[in-house]
């Protein structure tokens, strides 16, 4: 049961601005809620972590639609929506997820924006709720509280750097995004840098995922993983303009790092160990991770925790891509939407005599069977998915309805709610083979060998030994972390995601790389005059930062 280990989320539904009613602040004198430490732990930081997850389009990290998780997925080679006839067409708005045909004036990379910054002023608010009672604080807690609160903070200047760039970096309640002036992404990503290395010793030093009292926070661990991520990405995040055909080079750009200096690929290595020092492992059974109850993981760093009985956040995306007889056979509906494109099954070596064992772990394809029995259509035919049928518009192919590879990965819960949208699986958002792939990658880029992190990974799946070059790499990480939200950073890093792959072939205007960021939704440029459009996206006033 998971009723127990909630303590501090449950309180901060039950007080001040619990998850049910974001405006639940105006409902009690400040004088009547804040009267003690836990109060103010409660109403500043705890629920801060209402946020990770949703049941709204385009908010929460993972588990809704049009939001973080699908413009970081379906804008990549690892997986799309295809037009299936009648369905999912939306206006176009998969297709050119998929194309690279957003728009300046796209509704839910808006919506998307609004989400980061509602978290980011809950932050800065929780910070100030923080100074204003310290009295009711020891230095310690004082300390604590502040810490994590700027972590959450950093998390989601995090993404929010990632995805647009340049972006108002506002750390205090006086400050808004309708006001604030733009900063340039290097220094974005330096802040989130100092910020996560400043708080991390005073952050809990427990596994977030684990039952008890550190349960679904953000840990020492989870900052180590971000800044490792940080300094795996340093050379594109530390480009003040993506589009001259220019970039630093990893190897020179020097980061303080615990007392010592260390060039990004140093960096990066030097966090991962520290995960690792923290006592994080390969689960031996990959599927174990995303199990109905996986909270025990030894793997899983960071989380959404899930519960149908506690939390509105939900989990669509295995209800997004099964076939309708599949959702029945399961006892849920679906959707028959998303799966995996032709050049993801073929890196798997599907329809070869080597094919790596994640993708069955990854992927339902060919007949399907739910407990043994195969699933069968409406005319009595068995359900087959056709892995290497899907293509971008499938409304005059004769497998409109079952081309492609669908969502497996995460276990079915049968006793889940909402139609399978509300199951008690944690939703994975940084796990422990991230870290060892990144440190192999670090060190090939390092000049150094991987392969001993490498080949952890893969042989945990019962996969035979890669040299670790980046090419392998890459691959590597499409077959490991496949469905985990990763896939648009990966190629941003690589240097392909403005470039032609699978079934996508990019236009000559992409050669100047403007892609790797979105543009900033117009609305936002529009209500504030201190912004300007990202290069490359054509917008009513501006078009280069200044």
Known sequence: MKYLRHSLLILSVMTLTGCLDENARDSLDESQVYTSAKAVYVNAVATLYNYMGSDKDSEGLQGTYRGVYDYNTFTTDEALIPVRGGDWYDGGFWENLYLHRWKTDDGPLYNTWLYFYKVITFSNDGL???????????????????????????????????????????????????????????????????????????????????????????????????????????????DADWTDGQQPDGSQLYFAVDGQQMNAWQACKHYCDKVTAAGFTLAPDYLSNFSVHNENSPENIFVIPMDKHLYKAQFQYLFRSRHYAHGGAVGTSSENGSCATLSTVRTYGYGTSAVDRRYAYNLYSDTVRVNGEIVRLENGDPLVYMPLEVEVNLTNSPYVKTAGARMAKYEVDPNAYNDGKSPDNDIVLFRYADVLLMKAE?????????????????????????????????????????????????????????????????????????????????????????????????????????
């Open 128 to 238: 100030a709720t923080i100074d204003k009672y310290r009295h009711l604080l020891t230095d310690t807690q004082y300390k604590a509280y502040r810490a994590e609160a700027r972590a959450v903070r950093a998390m989601f200047y995090y993404y929010l750097m990632d995805m647009f760039g340049n972006v108002p970096l506002i750390t205090g309640v006086e400050e808004t995004p309708g006001n604030a002036v733009q900063t340039g992404r290097p220094e974005v990503f330096r802040f989130v840098v100092k910020e996560l290395q400043e708080v991390e010793p005073l952050l809990p030093a427990g596994h977030s995922n684990f039952e008890g009292k550190d349960y679904g926070r953000v840990t020492r661990s989870v900052a180590d993983f971000l800044l490792a991520k940080l300094m795996l990405n340093a050379e594109v995040y530390a």
């Open 442 to 546: 670090a060190e090939v880029r390092n000049g150094e060998n991987g392969d001993a992190e490498l080949n952890a990974v893969r042989s945990r799946s019962g996969m035979g030994y890669r040299a670790a070059t980046l090419d392998n790499i890459l691959a590597e990480r499409l077959m490991e972390l496949m469905w985990e939200g990763w896939r648009r950073n990966d190629l941003i890093r690589f240097g392909r995601f403005h470039r032609s792959y699978d079934q996508r072939t990019a236009p000559a205007t992409e050669a100047d790389r403007h892609t790797i960021v979105f543009p900033i939704p117009e609305r936002v440029v529009d209500l504030n005059g201190n912004l300007v459009q990202n290069k490359g996206y054509r917008s009513g006033r501006k078009s280069t930062l200044r």
